[in-house]
Structures are given as structure tokens and as C-alpha cells.
């Protein structure tokens, strides 16, 4: 090993191969049968429960369990598909602290949920790993649907519109369906190829072409799709990175948080990926926690989150946070970059403290500098490349709550529409719904 | 540290917790561990008659039931008496009691029904120095089929016939096992009080099976494709036992017999209860059988604590307590009127009180759309269930009306103690007016 920790600047191969191994390996393994029926136990079976009102989804949480309880987790991962269809992927990624297992009456009585997420993760990977398909298609309908965006929201409404007997195309850029379950999201939280897996298995209902390579503004227009097609979805998500808005930000290894975790995602050799030794994240959410520790994974020696407010309104959850601080990654709040110094490439970023008040955050005058080979960017994504005509609403395509937008015949779901947090659960309900919403007005 | 000596029978033990005649004292090896590990007394696994052992099956010879994280709850058995030959069981009990001469060794046996099979078999253990003999009248399974265990225990006449045998053969103390796969616990523990037993023991196994494997259609334990019925115990039988126990405890025939109480004693709490039901000593098996001999020490700490703090001085003071309060349903007092109360603050708006009120019993619960719930005093019949099934302990308590309130269901006064036999609607009141 020629390069180590303290290897000044960029540098890949700063440690060893067990390292690297160990370092992107399940965050949290699957349960085994025991530990999946000890942990079932804990769950009471609330009466009309808390869980389920807050699953995005409205999974049958109660009831899956204790079909995994009883010995069935096939039947519990049903259950669970039946309200979601990317439950595997949602099993490994969703912020359960935030949702389901932070209304778990066990979380409320003595602090400890019952771990919702990971028997999901054991029903769902029992059933996939058997490679059957648990639904069947109804008879064709004739009907044709467009689907842009190959991610959650894409994929739960080409599957939920198979279901109900349409032919569905998805259309994606990128040469990968999966979306963000496949270019986004920390690598440790779902290795083993398991986005594409997910595809795969989900593909196998039938009746879904997929075509990568073709977007919005490459090769399709939405008046094409419209003419070719009974109905469309949009599930673009949210390509555009916000800007820093400082000076020098246009220096080189000045860079997007979520291309870093994209190129790491696709890299299955974690040692050639270079890493600084000094790194700065700068935002608060998701993926700036997911960049930070995935760049101390791969070997930086400092890494620092700076995000511009308080622990308190940082979206990435405590749970996160937590992970962060337990690989080595520093926080500092209410700081925000005033400017990022260097000669040509990066080399330090300047940040002046700020003050959260009623009337807004405003700087202070006290300044502090972080040396920095790389800067990442993560102070949230935009839309872009949203169709003319498309009524917008903050920032995102505006929708009804069953994602209808001000087109008809064009309905959107996911990060790209509004209403709903930015999360895959979230995308996958939507996905679903406006795929109910489109066959009720086919039908 | 209050005092656990016993006395049971005249039969002496540091303390009232003896192993049951069953696997864990088949040998000498184990009965001397258990002796080290701290149990008052050992009842010898059941001895035949002279002659070739009895045989066992070679392959499983128990199921099992469990509770969540596999915690055993019961465990049914088609092992038989001990398949070892007599004169070596005779040698080694000899040899253990001459070591442990402060504990108490009791032979259980079983032999044929006949008088000069148990005349042979009690002049055998004459010598052994054992303190007793307690009569195995209970195993349900492959001696029962050969007229002995439980198929004598099922016939009063039997037990009563078969311990006289032994009162006129042996001057040791005799104890007479009950079997529980009957109608009418009293019956057979009054024909051995007639035969002169000293004691009862109760209860032996459970007729059962426990599991059904759903691949091979057999019952389990599974012996090359077929299974048994065999005998239950641990956890799960205990409230039988309690039953049987109490029933010979308050039945005035019986009411003098000593007991010696079985039945899923786990811990120090389990014996307390049996002696409070009026046993003067209890016998554990499946406990031992699950985490080793071990946990006698809580047994032993754990009485000892409980009766410093309730003052009392000898096991004495225990055994029998709760006898009086046992009783039969028509003398309960029907104007003993409760209702469910919730504890808001420990609440866990779980709902389970909810579905099973409302699902199941009288819809005296109410539930909010933000999941506060409360008990409609109107409509709770005071049943309880949703204490039962509420998952935090003292969350919903039951409140007793005091006399003179109104009970808002029945709007009827809460008055004095009046039991069924004087209720306007028990024909048999009405007729007696």
C-alpha cells in the first residue's frame, strides 16, 4: 500500500483491502430465522396502529409481522409488496427512526421500537431470493402508458399499471434503471447489486419495457409521449444541484455530492476510487451525511459536515447524524461557506458563523477556515427539465394528491412533484397512487 | 434469612425443593449434583419390578411447546420408569444417601398390580436407608398400557387397595402420585388417604400431544413416522395443578392429607403459590430439565425473601394460606362491583384493550382519533380481558365500587356481600323463599 490516511491531497488506494471490505459491507445484515422470530415477538399487533398510519405507504405492519412470527414470511412479504413494491429497497434505506418505529408504542413505552425495517428486510429478501414474482397481471387492457424516470416513483407506477393489465415503457437517461436506488443512496446500505436485483425481480411482472438512454429533451418531448400514448407519468426527479452561491465555487474538486455518491456507487472496486485527506460537506440533509461517510469510508482523514443551522433543523435524521459522528465525522452547525481558496484547485473554505433568528439566518462576522481537498456540495437538488406548460408550484410540478398535473393525461409522481417529502417511500406511494388514479380513469 | 427447613411427613430437607421422579433422577451421578447444586430432597427415578429393565424408545423422547424466543413453556415425554437394572439403582441410592444423610430420598415405584409384586419390590429397598416411597400412579404412557401408572391411578379401588399393600409391607413413609387425566381429583387422593398414605404428590403428566409436524402428518416427538400421546409438564400445566392441588386441599375428606406439590414449579414464586394452596413441599422437574439444577438458588433466595418480608418463620406459616379464600362460584359476592380504570400516563395507546373489548367482550371501551382510551363505566361488565391483554403492567387496574355508589351500568347500588344461592334468579333460591 503505497498511500495511507495522511497521503496529502487526492489519492485512491489510502487503505487496505479489508479495510475497503469491511467498510461497505451490509450496515446492517439481515436478520437470521431467530433473530427475525425473537424480534417479531416484541410487536404487540396495536389495534389500528400508529406504524401504519405512518408508513408512507400504509404497509399492514402489524399483520406482517406476525406472519413472520408464524413462520411465513413469504406471506409477510406480500403483505408488504402489495402497499409497496420497492419494500426491499425502503426495508434498507427508509428513515424508519423518522416513520414507522418512531411511532412504535414500543419506541414511546421504553425507547426501543420494534425494528420494523430490518424484519421487513427479512420478509422481502426471503421472498426475492425464492426469484418468484408474487402478483400476476390482470387481463390486457390495451392501454399504453409512458413512464419517465426509471426510479421509485417510476418503477412503483409501471408495476402497479402492469398489475392492472397496461403496457407500460419507462424511459431513462441513465444506462441503469433504479434511479436513485441505484445512483444515489450510501453504498454499505444496499451492496451486493441489490438495486438491480430489486429491478429485475419487479420487471418480472411482465408488460414493462424499459428504455434506457432516452429523456426529456434527448429524443422525447412530452406532446411525443402524450400522441403515442394513453396516458403519462412523470417521475423525473430532481437533476439539478443548488449552488453554493460562493466565491470560488468554481474551482476544481469543487464538486456534487450526489455525482460522488453516484461514481461510488457504480465503482465495484472501492480502491480506486481517490479520495482527499481533507474533505467538507456542506449542506444537512441525507446526502450529506451519506458523502461525508462514505469519503471517510474510503480513507479521508478529516471530514467535516458544515451545514449552515442548527443540529435541531437538519433533515438528515438523529439516527444519521449519529452514524456520521461513529465513523469520525465532525458536524459543525450554524456555519455557513463564504468562500472556497485555492489556486486553480481547492485548498481551504472559508466559513463565517451564522445566527438562526426570527428574522432569518443571518452571518456573523467571526470566520473560520477548513482545509479542504475536496468540497462536496449537498444544499439540496432542483428541478430541471421539466416539460413547458406544466403548471409549477415551489419549485416543483404541481400536482393533485392522486398526481395529477395541470395537463391532462399527464400525471407526476416523486421527488419532481409537489407535496410529499423527498424520500423513496414517499416516491413509491406517490408512484402508486397516480397508477391507481390513471387506470380508475381508463377503466 | 428466614428458615426453609421442612417437615414433610416426617420426612426432613433443608428446604422444601425436591426434584421429581423423572429424568434428572434416574442416576446417581445426577442426584449427587443435584444434592451439590443445593436441592432439599430427590425423588428417585421410578424403580420396576426385579427382572430386565423396561426398554425406551432410541429415538426422541420428548416435545416441546415454546413461548417467544423459544423459551420453553412446556415439555411432554414418552420416556418410561427408569430402564436401568434395580439392583444398580438399589446400590447407588444406598451410596448417595449414606453422603447426603441431611436429605430427603424418596424411591418412587411402580410395579405390577398385584400384592406379591409390591410385597417383593418394598422388601428390595428396605436397606437403601431411603426416607420414603411414593407410588407412581401417574405416568399416562407404555406402562399405562400394561396396567400399571396412570391406568391404576384412574381406579380409586386400585389406589386404595395398592397402599395398603404398602402401609402393611413397609414401615416407610408412603406417598401416593396422583395422575391429573381424570374427572375428579378428589376421588383417587381420598382411596389412598383410605389406604393409609401419609401423603399425595400432584399432579404427574398430562395426557397430550404437542406439536403435529405438517410435512410428515406425525405427531411430535416423531418416532420413525409415528407418535405417541405422552405426558406434559412445565410451565404451562401449572394452573392445572394449582386446581388439583387446591381441590384436595379444601375438600374436607382430604383436608388433613399432606401435599406435596408438582406441577411447572419454576421459580421460588411457583412454590410459594402451590404451598399457599396448601402443599407442604414441592417437586420440580421441568425447570431443572430446561436450565439445570442451578436454579435451585434462586428457589432458595427467592422463598427466603418473600418470607422475611411477609414475617414469616417457617414454611409452615405458608402452607396452606390461601386455602380459606378458595371457594366455589356460587358464594362469591356478586355485589363485589369493579370497574376498568386507564392510566393515561402509563398508557401506550397500543389498543389492545380496545380490539378485544370491542371485538370480543361488552364495547366498554372507547377510543379517540388520536388514540386516547377510556372505559365507558356504563357498558364495562368489569371482566377484566383488558387488563389481561394490555401490555403495561398496572396500566388499566380494576376499581371497586365502594358500598353505596351506583354502578353505572346496572344503575343498581352497590350493597352488602350477596352470593348466587340468595339470588332472586337462581331457581333454587326462589324455591327455598
Known amino acids: 500500500m503505497t498511500n495511507s490516511q495522511l497521503t496529502p491531497g487526492i489519492a485512491a488506494g489510502r487503505l487496505g483491502a479489508e479495510d475497503y471490505a469491511r467498510n461497505f459491507d451490509d450496515i446492517a445484515p439481515r436478520y437470521d430465522g431467530h433473530e427475525a422470530r425473537v424480534a417479531a415477538d416484541r410487536c404487540y399487533f396495536c389495534h389500528d396502529a400508529p406504524c401504519m398510519t405512518a408508513c408512507p405507504t400504509s404497509i399492514d405492519i402489524p399483520l406482517f409481522i406476525r406472519q413472520i412470527a408464524t413462520g411465513t414470511p413469504e406471506a409477510a412479504a406480500k403483505t408488504i409488496f402489495s402497499q409497496n413494491i420497492l419494500g426491499g429497497m425502503c426495508?434498507?434505506?427508509?428513515?424508519?427512526?423518522?416513520?414507522?418505529?418512531?411511532?412504535?408504542?414500543?419506541?414511546?413505552?421504553?425507547?426501543?421500537?420494534?425494528?420494523?425495517?430490518?424484519?421487513?428486510?427479512?420478509?422481502?429478501?426471503?421472498?426475492?431470493?425464492?426469484?418468484?414474482?408474487?402478483?400476476?397481471?390482470?387481463?390486457?387492457?390495451?392501454?399504453?402508458?409512458?413512464?419517465?424516470?426509471?426510479?421509485?416513483?417510476?418503477?412503483?407506477?409501471?408495476?402497479?399499471?402492469?398489475?392492472?393489465?397496461?403496457?407500460?415503457?419507462?424511459?431513462d437517461p441513465r444506462p441503469k434503471a433504479g434511479g436513485l436506488n441505484e445512483y444515489g443512496i450510501a453504498s454499505y446500505k444496499t451492496p451486493g447489486g441489490f438495486a438491480q436485483a430489486e429491478v429485475d425481480w419487479l420487471l418480472k411482472i411482465g408488460?414493462?419495457?424499459?428504455?434506457?438512454?432516452?429523456?426529456?429533451?434527448?429524443?422525447?418531448?412530452?406532446?411525443?409521449?402524450?400522441?403515442?400514448?394513453?396516458?403519462?407519468?412523470?417521475?423525473?426527479?430532481?437533476?439539478?444541484?443548488?449552488?453554493?452561491?460562493?466565491?470560488?465555487?468554481?474551482?476544481?474538486?469543487?464538486?456534487?455530492?450526489?455525482d460522488f455518491i453516484a461514481e461510488l456507487r457504480q465503482q465495484p472496486d472501492k480502491a480506486k476510487l481517490p479520495i482527499g485527506r481533507d474533505v467538507v460537506v456542506i449542506g444537512g440533509g441525507m446526502t450529506a451525511v451519506d458523502a461525508a461517510v462514505q469519503s471517510k469510508l474510503l480513507g479521508a482523514e478529516n471530514v467535516t459536515i458544515v451545514y449552515r443551522r442548527g443540529q435541531e433543523r437538519m433533515s438528515a435524521s438523529s439516527h444519521e447524524q449519529e452514524h456520521a459522528a461513529s465513523v469520525g465525522v465532525r458536524i459543525i452547525h450554524n456555519a455557513a461557506p463564504v468562500r472556497v481558496v485555492g489556486n486553480g484547485a481547492a485548498q481551504e473554505?472559508?466559513?463565517?458563523?451564522?445566527?438562526?433568528?426570527?428574522?432569518?439566518?443571518?452571518?456573523?462576522?467571526?470566520t473560520f477556515r477548513l482545509k479542504a481537498d475536496q468540497v462536496m456540495k449537498a444544499i439540496g437538488q432542483t428541478l430541471t427539465g421539466a416539460p413547458e406548460g406544466l403548471k409549477i408550484e415551489g419549485g416543483k410540478i404541481a400536482v393533485t394528491g392522486t398526481g395529477r398535473t395541470s395537463v391532462t393525461g399527464v400525471w407526476a409522481a416523486g421527488d419532481c412533484a409537489s407535496g410529499g417529502e423527498d424520500l423513496t417511500v414517499t416516491a413509491v406511494a406517490e408512484g402508486r397512487d397516480a397508477a391507481e388514479d390513471i387506470h380508475a380513469s381508463l377503466s | 434469612m428466614a428458615d426453609l427447613t421442612s417437615n414433610f411427613i416426617g420426612i426432613k430437607s433443608p428446604n422444601p425443593f425436591w426434584l421429581a421422579s423423572a429424568p434428572p433422577t434416574d442416576k446417581e451421578y445426577n442426584v449427587r449434583r443435584a444434592f451439590e447444586a443445593g436441592w432439599g430432597g430427590v425423588v428417585w427415578k421410578t424403580l420396576g419390578s426385579e427382572g430386565p429393565p423396561v426398554?425406551?424408545?432410541?429415538?426422541?423422547?420428548?416435545?416441546?411447546v415454546?413461548?417467544?424466543?423459544?423459551?420453553?413453556?412446556?415439555?411432554?415425554?414418552?420416556?418410561?420408569?427408569?430402564?436401568?437394572?434395580?439392583?444398580?439403582?438399589?446400590?447407588?441410592?444406598?451410596?448417595?444417601?449414606?453422603?447426603?444423610?441431611?436429605?430427603?430420598?424418596?424411591?418412587?415405584?411402580?410395579?405390577?398390580?398385584?400384592?406379591?409384586?409390591?410385597?417383593?419390590?418394598?422388601?428390595?429397598?428396605?436397606?437403601?436407608?431411603?426416607?420414603?416411597?411414593?407410588?407412581?400412579?401417574?405416568?399416562?404412557?407404555?406402562?399405562?398400557?400394561?396396567?400399571?401408572?396412570?391406568?391404576?391411578?384412574?381406579?380409586?379401588?386400585?389406589?386404595?387397595?395398592?397402599?395398603?399393600?404398602?402401609k402393611q409391607y413397609s414401615r416407610m413413609p408412603c406417598i401416593v402420585k396422583l395422575t391429573p387425566n381424570i374427572t375428579d381429583v378428589r376421588k383417587p387422593a381420598e382411596a389412598a388417604m383410605r389406604g393409609g398414605a401419609d401423603a399425595v404428590s400432584l399432579i404427574n403428566t398430562v395426557n397430550s400431544i404437542t406439536s403435529v409436524n405438517l410435512d410428515s402428518f406425525a405427531p411430535e416427538p416423531t418416532i420413525d413416522g409415528k407418535g405417541s400421546h405422552g405426558g406434559y409438564c412445565g410451565p404451562a400445566v401449572k394452573p392445572i395443578a394449582l386446581n388439583m392441588v387446591a381441590e384436595i386441599a379444601r375438600n374436607a375428606e382430604t383436608a388433613r392429607l399432606p401435599i406435596s406439590g408438582i406441577g411447572g414449579v419454576t421459580t421460588w414464586r411457583d412454590a410459594a403459590e402451590f404451598m399457599a394452596l396448601g402443599a407442604g413441599n414441592v417437586q420440580v422437574c421441568t425447570a431443572a430439565m430446561t436450565y439445570g439444577f442451578k436454579i435451585v438458588q434462586e428457589m432458595i433466595s427467592g422463598l427466603s425473601q418473600y418470607m422475611d418480608?411477609?414475617?414469616?418463620?417457617?414454611?409452615?406459616?405458608?402452607?396452606?394460606?390461601?386455602?380459606?379464600?378458595?371457594?366455589?362460584?356460587?358464594?362469591?359476592?356478586?355485589?363485589?362491583?369493579?370497574?376498568?380504570?386507564?392510566?393515561?400516563?402509563?398508557?401506550?395507546?397500543?389498543?389492545?384493550?380496545?380490539?378485544?373489548?370491542?371485538?370480543?367482550?361488552?364495547?366498554?371501551?372507547?377510543?379517540?382519533?388520536?388514540?386516547?382510551?377510556?372505559?365507558?363505566?356504563e357498558e364495562c361488565v368489569a371482566c377484566n380481558l383488558c387488563v389481561d391483554v394490555c401490555p403495561v403492567e398496572n396500566c388499566i387496574t380494576m376499581r371497586e365500587l365502594a358500598k353505596g355508589e351506583v354502578d353505572a351500568r346496572t344503575g343498581k347500588t352497590v350493597g352488602d356481600y350477596a352470593n348466587w344461592t340468595t339470588h332472586p334468579n337462581n331457581p333454587a333460591a326462589q324455591a327455598a323463599e
Open chain 2, 66 to 166: 415454546y413461548g417467544a424466543d423459544r423459551r420453553v413453556l412446556g415439555i411432554n415425554n414418552i420416556e418410561l420408569i427408569t430402564d436401568r437394572p434395580l439392583e444398580v439403582n438399589l446400590r447407588e441410592i444406598k451410596s448417595v444417601k449414606r453422603d447426603y444423610p441431611d436429605r430427603a430420598l424418596i424411591i418412587s415405584l411402580m410395579v405390577p398390580c398385584d400384592e406379591e409384586s409390591w410385597k417383593d419390590i418394598l422388601h428390595r429397598i428396605e436397606d437403601t436407608g431411603a426416607d420414603g416411597v411414593e407410588l407412581n400412579f401417574g405416568c399416562p404412557h407404555g406402562m399405562a398400557e400394561r396396567g400399571m401408572g396412570s391406568a391404576v391411578g384412574q381406579v380409586p379401588e386400585y389406589i386404595e387397595m395398592v397402599t395398603r399393600w404398602v
Open chain 1, 207 to 258: 408488460g414493462i419495457a424499459v428504455q434506457n438512454g432516452k429523456a426529456l429533451g434527448s429524443g422525447l418531448t412530452l406532446e411525443g409521449l402524450k400522441a403515442d400514448h394513453d396516458a403519462v407519468v412523470l417521475a423525473i426527479g430532481l437533476a439539478g444541484v443548488n449552488a453554493l452561491r460562493a466565491e470560488g465555487e468554481d474551482l476544481k474538486n469543487v464538486l456534487s455530492a450526489v
Open chain 1, 91 to 171: 426495508a434498507r434505506v427508509c428513515p424508519t427512526e423518522q416513520l414507522c418505529e418512531e411511532v412504535c408504542v414500543r419506541e414511546v413505552a421504553e425507547g426501543k421500537p420494534v425494528e420494523i425495517g430490518r424484519l421487513q428486510r427479512f420478509a422481502t429478501d426471503t421472498l426475492m431470493e425464492k426469484g418468484v414474482h408474487p402478483f400476476a397481471r390482470a387481463s390486457a387492457t390495451g392501454k399504453r402508458i409512458a413512464v419517465v424516470g426509471a426510479g421509485p416513483a417510476g418503477l412503483s407506477a409501471a408495476h402497479r399499471l402492469a398489475m392492472k393489465g397496461h403496457d407500460v415503457t419507462i424511459f
Open chain 2, 55 to 64: 426398554v425406551n424408545v432410541n429415538g426422541p423422547r420428548y416435545g416441546v
Open chain 2, 309 to 377: 418480608e411477609k414475617g414469616f418463620t417457617s414454611t409452615a406459616d405458608l402452607v396452606g394460606r390461601a386455602v380459606p379464600n378458595v371457594t366455589d362460584w356460587q358464594y362469591l359476592n356478586l355485589n363485589y362491583v369493579t370497574k376498568a380504570e386507564i392510566d393515561q400516563d402509563l398508557c401506550i395507546k397500543c389498543g389492545r384493550c380496545y380490539a378485544a373489548c370491542e371485538d370480543t367482550s361488552h364495547q366498554a371501551i372507547a377510543m379517540s382519533a388520536d388514540r386516547v382510551f377510556s372505559v365507558k363505566d
Open chain 1, 349 to 366: 473554505v472559508e466559513f463565517a458563523y451564522t445566527e438562526d433568528s426570527a428574522d432569518g439566518l443571518k452571518q456573523k462576522d467571526e
